[in-house]
């Protein structure tokens, strides 16, 4: 499996999830389906059904993030040392050639983007077109607007 690339805040998010998973989530639904099977008759019980088959997502979760933990590279962009190039774990500002608008965006794994924070997957098209460039260059984005052209006002590694 190839690595899996996350920031030390994305890690932690899913190691908290896989606990919660495992101590809390899992023993609900062991609870429920022990509910469930004391009503009787299993072949028309909606509740038990239900019950198991969110068992079932529980279980694929879990054993989804740990492969994710298990593959995973943790890099801090605190300690990055990339001379100003936008690197996976940069903060990049960001202006809009057209229409001046400004942005700021963290480049970071797949499962830890959340565009209303700022925070962009690496497979993303504007992580992308931003990845090796530093402060000054363009980065041309194809939108589903049309051509983007956004200027790198900074790089930081925080």
Do not use: C
């Amino acid at each position: 499996m190839p690595t899996i690339p996350l920031t030390q805040r994305g890690a932690e998010k899913l190691k908290e999830e896989l606990h919660r998973l495992k101590t809390v989530e899992r023993h609900a639904v062991i609870q429920a389906i022990a509910e469930a099977r004391a009503q009787g008759d299993l072949s028309e019980n909606a509740e038990y059904d239900a019950a198991k088959d969110k068992q079932g997502f529980i279980e694929g979760r879990i054993q989804e993030l740990e492969g994710k933990l298990s593959a995973a590279q943790v890099i801090d962009p605190s300690s990055l040392d990339a001379d100003g190039k936008v690197v996976f774990g940069a903060t990049v500002d960001l202006e809009d050639e057209d229409s001046g608008a400004k942005a700021t965006y963290q480049i970071v794994g797949d499962d830890e983007a959340d565009l209303k924070l700022g925070l962009i997957s690496i497979s993303s098209p504007i992580a992308r077109a931003l990845i090796g460039k530093e402060a000054g260059d363009v980065a041309e984005v194809q939108a589903p607007g049309g051509l983007k052209h956004w200027e790198i006002i900074a790089v930081r590694y925080i």
